[in-house]
C-alpha cells in the first residue's frame, strides 16, 4: 500500500531510463488496442486493478470502438485514484466509478453492479510479480470467482531477463528506488509512532534466479536498536542486517499459461517485447 509520496516515487521509478517495464507495456498496449477489444465482442465494464495515473488505461481504451462502457478504478491510493479519474475524464466520456480499497474488496462492491455486457479486468504493471506463487495463483483464484465465463483478464507481467538488467531496473543510479524503498520506514515513523533513523539504512536489491524474482532490502549500516510504539515492538539490528521489503517475481512464458489454466483462464492473445508480456485471457 502506497502512500502519496510512495506513489509520486513509484510514478518517478516508471520513468527511470532503466526500467523498460512501464514503457514496453505502454507500447503493448498501444499498438494491440484495437485487436484487444476485436476478441472482446460486447464489453461493457471495464475494471483496473491498481489504477496509479491511469495513463495505461487511457492508452487501452483508445481501442474501444463502443462508448457505452463503464470504468471502475480500484485502488488503495486516494491521490491515484484521482490521477486516474482525471486522466479518464481528460479522454473520454465514460462513467467512471471508484473504489478506495484492496484488490478484492474492490472486484467484491463491483461484482453486484455488473448485469448485461461483458467485463475486462486489467492488472498491468507486472504487479502480479508482487506476489509469491501461491499468493499470485490465489489472486487469480480470486479474479476468477468475481467474474463469469465469457469475461476476461488482460495480465502485464515481467519476464525473466539477464540479472544484470534487473538489478539496475531495482537499483538505479539516481537512487529513486532506494527513496521509495526507505520510504516504508519514514510511514513506519509516522504511522507506527516509530524511531527509525532513515539514513542508517542501505536499500539493497538482489537477483534470486533459483527463486526467480528481485528482492528488496533494507539494511542496517550499524548495531542499533528500534522501537515501534504502536505495536510495542523494540527491534535490535546487528550490522548488514536486512529488512525484507518485498519481492517482485519474473515469469516464464509456459509458466504463465499454465498458472492461467490452473484457474480457469484461456490465453486467446499474448503480445511480448522486450521481455515483457501482455496477455489476454478468458474466464471458461
Not at 477489444?37 to 463502443?66: M, P, Q
Not at 539477464?162 to 537499483?171: S, T, V
Not at 528488496?216 to 525484507?244: K, Y
Not at 490465453?267 to 508480456?277: D, K, L, P, R, T
Amino acid at each position: 500500500m502506497y502512500d502519496e509520496l510512495g506513489s509520486s516515487l513509484f510514478e518517478a521509478i516508471c520513468r527511470l531510463p532503466w526500467y523498460p517495464i512501464t514503457r514496453t507495456e505502454q507500447h503493448l498496449l498501444h499498438v494491440h488496442r484495437r485487436t484487444i477489444f476485436d476478441r472482446l465482442a460486447a464489453i461493457s465494464t471495464v475494471v483496473e486493478l491498481g489504477a496509479g495515473s491511469g495513463e495505461k488505461l487511457v492508452t487501452l481504451i483508445a481501442g474501444l470502438a463502443s462508448r457505452d462502457v463503464t470504468i471502475h478504478l480500484v485502488d488503495v491510493s486516494a491521490a491515484a485514484l484521482d490521477k486516474a479519474t482525471d486522466a479518464v475524464a481528460a479522454c473520454c466520456a465514460l462513467p467512471i466509478v471508484t473504489h478506495q480499497a484492496t484488490y478484492e474488496v474492490g472486484l467484491s462492491e463491483i461484482r453486484p453492479s455488473v448485469s448485461d455486457g461483458r467485463t475486462l479486468v486489467v492488472f498491468l504493471g507486472s504487479n502480479i510479480g508482487n506476489f509469491d506463487p501461491p499468493g499470485a495463483d490465489a489472486f487469480l483464484g480470486g479474479i476468477r470467482a468475481s467474474v463469469r465465463p465469457g469475461d476476461a483478464l488482460l495480465l502485464g507481467a515481467d519476464l525473466v531477463r539477464p540479472g544484470a538488467e534487473l538489478l539496475l531496473a531495482y537499483d538505479d543510479p539516481l537512487g529513486v528506488t532506494a527513496a521509495f524503498n526507505r520510504n516504508l520506514l519514514v510511514r513506519v515513523n509516522r504511522e507506527l509512532c516509530g524511531d527509525f533513523d532513515v539514513n542508517r539504512f542501505a536499500h539493497r536489491a538482489i537477483w534470486n534466479a533459483q527463486e526467480s524474482r528481485v528482492e528488496m532490502h533494507l539494511v542496517s549500516l550499524e548495531q542499533q536498536r528500534v522501537r515501534v510504539q504502536a505495536s510495542g515492538v523494540d527491534i535490535t539490528f546487528d550490522v548488514n542486517e536486512p529488512i525484507w521489503t518485498e519481492s517482485s517475481y519474473k515469469y516464464r512464458i509456459e509458466d504463465l499459461g499454465a498458472m492461467l489454466e490452473r484457474r480457469e483462464f484461456r490465453v486467446v492473445g499474448q503480445w511480448i517485447e522486450n521481455n515483457f508480456a501482455l496477455t489476454l485471457a478468458e474466464a471458461v
